[in-house]
């Protein structure tokens, strides 16, 4: 039977650890998630932020560090993740010169070749976590994703099921194609009132969408449109070790109670398909 954990992100609770990272984990922990998803230390030595995290039982699955970092500082970034144990490193955003078609791109590709060489060197994982903007067409006919992940093949995917969906990909197909490179995936759901006329979600300044973008919001996991019951089956042929409750925006909503229903929505889930 595949074991799957369940970690919480940081990206959502980034203001409240600002002031107080170390209650911010606790009360992950006491929701009951097994780990969590770096964004930053904020500040805290990672000895520190390792010893609170074993008081309270919570596991460091891996931390989003920028490009730019993994170039200047990597012996640093190395040393950092292995005291904190992490088995994973996920590259953020990219700008649009460093993706498929950018100015910068061929260097880009060179740099995360040598980082994820060095990184796997030390037992960590690189991985590219995608959201909206890598999907466009390039000029040679193939979606960005697909170029960077054919150009780096040491690099991994952490699919962002929402993100895809909102791209108007095909969640299914992805977790299909790259069912050996999907060692952590981001679960996060949405609501639109028509997937097609969303627009940019940038635009929405961290608001709700109004009429002009569908209504759109995010949601915690099984409260949105993205079809979980479905893609279940796929993202679980990926076999994952880790599964993130991604969630962006709690708008006036408390982000605890969010991510309270999305690993309640999501553990569930996964432990029917455990069973079968």
């Given amino acids: 039977m595949q074991k799957i954990s369940i ?33 930053g230390f904020f500040g805290k030595p990672p000895e520190e932020i390792a010893q609170h995290l074993k008081n309270i039982h919570l596991t460091a699955l ?25 088995k994973y490193i996920t590259l953020g955003r990219l700008s649009r010169e460093f993706l498929p078609d950018g100015e910068k791109y061929e260097s880009a590709v060179s740099a995360i070749k040598d980082a994820a ?13 995608n959201h909206d903007g890598e999907f466009y067409k390039t000029a040679s006919g ?31 197909h992805y977790l299909t194609e790259y069912k050996e490179r999907c060692p952590v995936m981001h679960f996060k759901d949405y609501y639109a009132d028509d997937g097609a006329d969303i627009g940019k979600v940038s635009d929405m300044d961290g608001m709700r969408g109004g009429l002009n973008q569908a209504h759109f919001c995010f949601r915690p996991v099984g409260y949105g449109v993205v079809n979980y019951p479905v893609l279940i089956t796929p993202a679980m042929a990926c076999k994952p070790e880790w599964i ?32 079968y």
Wanted: charged residues 20%.
């Fill in 244 to 275: 993130v409750c991604d969630h962006d925006n709690s708008y006036e909503n408390d982000p605890f109670d969010d991510l309270a229903l999305s690993l309640s929505y999501t553990r569930s889930l996964t432990r029917m398909a455990e069973n």
């Fill in 7 to 39: 970690a919480s992100p940081l990206f959502l609770l980034r203001e409240k650890c600002k002031d107080n990272l170390y209650g911010v984990l606790s009360r992950i922990a006491a929701l009951g998630f097994d780990g969590v998803e770096f964004l």
């Fill in 117 to 129: 060489q060095a990184l796997n060197e030390n037992g960590i994982q690189l991985l590219f976590h």
């Fill in 142 to 172: 193939q979606i960005a994703l697909d170029r960077i992940l054919s150009d780096i093949p040491a690099l991994k995917l952490e699919p962002d099921i929402g993100w895809m969906q909102i791209a108007g990909a095909e969640p299914a």
């Fill in 62 to 86: 891996g931390n989003f560090v920028e490009l730019g970092e993994l170039v200047s500082n990597l012996d640093g970034v190395i040393g950092a993740h292995k005291t904190l144990g992490c």
